[in-house]
């Protein structure tokens, strides 16, 4: 192919790649942090921090499909129920 037929930048669709894939990345992280914690209740807990971890998962996976539809600032609802993750392990283990 040559250089004379290829089309210009699309920017504006490099820019919404690049912004989805920032986005991705937060609330990934985020998600598989809040993981590893409902991991150690899960190992180190009782039967209530089973139980808080169970429900800690599912709602770190409702709270990561909220911040891939919010955009920019999808980080915030995943962070939430990673706080809340934290302060129930640290009680309950």
Do not use: Q
């Amino acid at each position: 192919m040559s250089d004379d037929n290829a089309p210009a930048m699309d920017y504006d669709a490099h820019e919404r790649t690049y912004e989805g894939f920032i986005n991705f990345s937060k609330v990934g992280t985020i998600a598989v942090l809040t993981i590893v914690v409902c991991l150690i209740m899960f190992s180190f807990g009782g039967t209530a921090a089973t139980i808080f971890g169970w429900l800690m998962l599912i709602g770190t996976m409702v709270a990561s499909a909220i911040g891939l539809a919010l955009g920019a600032s999808g980080w915030i609802p995943p962070a939430i129920v990673f706080v809340l993750t934290g302060i129930l392990a640290i009680l309950t283990v």
